[in-house]
């Protein structure tokens, strides 16, 4: 696409610039593929998240607990732990604080990953608006060479024509 021979409805210098960035960090992009490959921590951090937020750790959990609860106070075996349940209390603490860090590491991982693809998305719509102005521009300009050519030939056979 030759943007140089767009004759009115120039686009400004900034748009044009801008083209031209888009353009050639997607030519970069492509030479550059980025790997995927996340740091260990990072994976760790993403898999603990996972298995967290799941519904079988829950309902997992949530037997754990109920049993813990049950034999304890039916003192089916020895309690180990009687009514305020303060090892309970003390183990559930104890996840929670070792638990946060790590959700918390995998969604600051997520969030940098979400603002990348929103920026790619911003970059992608503004290059494709650009592009259809340009086709825009180029078939205003198709246009207006077949009226001039439609005019000019109206011209000739209004000469050839007897008056």
Known sequence: MNIGKIPRQELDKYELELLHRLRSRR????????SHDAPAGARIADAVAATMGSWPFIIGQSILLGAWIVLNVTAYIRSWDPYPFILLNLALSFQAAYAAPFIMMSQNRQA????KAAEHDYDTNTKAELEIELLHQKVDMLR???ISELIQLLKRLEERVPK
């Open 112 to 115: 940098t990953i979400d603002r």
């Open 27 to 34: 030519k970069a992009a492509k030479r550059n593929k980025p």
């Open 144 to 146: 207006e060479t077949e």
